[in-house]
């Protein structure tokens, strides 16, 4: 039997008080004013290239696992960018410059659709009004039947939490207290009960949470 595609959202940073960014975003606090959940993130382990000047560990290891089978992911509009409302005529492609790391079909979910952006490396921002539901069924075709990763910001994995579209999360719960913000479980109470939820803990005090939604609730 063919593998099922899988609907994933993978090492999204979480504060012990449940959030995920700040309540702003700008160009210079792209995380909103919570840049301290990425204090000590080495972004290069996602395309799985170590640091040479650090020993392999747990973290990294557990990071990489970003972006593996994944055929296409889905965005809400600020992780693209600050803008909002209409689309400014301000050349912006996104925060990643020419080099974003998706190196897939990218959905940026937004009320102003417009072209699309296509980059060398293969990533392809399609800027879509759509419902969830409706999101990831383009996103499935989109990725071939590779599994689709909702890449945030929190807001938009709580919608797809909220509709119930989400498969398997990779958490990392970082060890600060962020006390405001965008709370990745607002109007969720109960999503545990969806889910087979594994955590290890890391000698650098990071809790890593793998939540895989328990069979009896897959469609």
């Known amino acids: ?20 960014a700040g309540d702003h975003i700008t160009i ?6 919570a840049g301290e959940l990425f204090a000590n993130f080495d972004g290069r382990v996602i395309a799985g290239v170590q640091n040479a000047d650090a020993p392999i560990g747990a973290d990294g290891l557990f990071n990489s696992l970003w ?4 055929g296409a992911e889905i965005m809400g ?16 492609r996104g925060w990643w410059e020419d080099e974003p790391p998706f190196e897939t079909p990218v959905i940026v979910l937004t009320h102003y659709e417009r072209a699309p952006i296509e980059f060398a490396n293969g990533t392809v921002f399609h800027f879509v009004d759509a419902t969830p539901a409706r999101a990831l069924e383009q996103a499935l075709e989109l990725a071939n039947g590779l599994d689709v990763r909702i890449g945030g ?3 938009t994995v709580n919608e797809f939490l909220r509709d119930d579209l989400v ?3 990779h958490l990392t719960v970082q060890p600060i207290v962020l ?13 545990h009960t969806r889910f087979d939820i ?10 890593h949470q793998f939540w895989n939604r328990l069979r009896d609730n897959r469609n």
């Open 67 to 70: 972006g593996q089978g994944i």
């Open 77 to 92: 509009r600020g992780k693209f960018g600050p803008q909002q409302g209409p689309w400014p005529d301000d050349g912006w």
């Open 153 to 155: 910001g929190p807001t």
């Open 28 to 33: 210079d606090e792209p995380i909103g004013g």
């Open 179 to 191: 006390g405001e913000g965008t709370s990745l479980w607002s109007g969720l109470g109960g999503i």
């Open 1 to 20: 039997m063919a593998r099922r595609a899988q609907v994933r959202v993978d090492l999204m940073n979480v504060s012990l008080d449940g959030y995920a």
């Open 198 to 207: 594994e955590s290890v803990t890391t000698s650098t005090g990071l809790i």
């Open 167 to 169: 498969d398997a999360m």
